[in-house]
Nanobody, 126 residues
Framework: QLRLVESGGGLVQPGGSLRLSCAAS????????IGWLRQAPGKEREGVSS????????TYADSVKGRFTISRDNAKNTVYLQMNSLKPEDTAVYYC???????????????????WGQGTQVTVSS
């Protein structure tokens, strides 16, 4: 059974850091591109970052470039999102998801993702 479990969210002050983890099981993880997407209340879902199956290619939304870093450990079936210099506008539920087969090496388009985790809340506030 395919499973994605996000963790690492929480409350952080502006300028702070968090590291999100996405633990995967039940599918060929090292053949799958993974993305992080987020949704804030009243806003459209937004692709944040994506990483290719072997980790060699990464993409970022302009809003997080230079602040967030995506990485993966295929031996642990886990993808990470290191978030630095957090801003209040980063507040959202963050999801990891599996990119649909044949839909590219990476993607920031939510509809390209086939399987989703339950999400983890990130709140940036003083």
């Amino acid at each position: 059974q395919l499973r994605l479990v996000e963790s690492g969210g929480g409350l952080v002050q502006p300028g702070g850091s968090l590291r999100l983890s996405c633990a995967a099981s039940g599918f060929p993880f090292d053949n799958s591109a993974i993305g992080w997407l987020r949704q804030a209340p009243g806003k459209e879902r937004e692709g944040v970052s994506s990483i290719s199956s072997k980790g060699g290619i990464t993409t970022y939304a302009d809003s997080v470039k230079g602040r967030f870093t995506i990485s993966r450990d295929n031996a642990k079936n886990t993808v990470y999102l290191q978030m630095n210099s957090l801003k209040p506008e980063d507040t959202a539920v963050y999801y990891c998801a599996v990119l649909g087969y044949g839909l590219g090496v990476t993607s920031l388009v939510g509809d390209d993702y086939e399987y989703w985790g339950q999400g983890t809340q990130v709140t940036v506030s003083s």
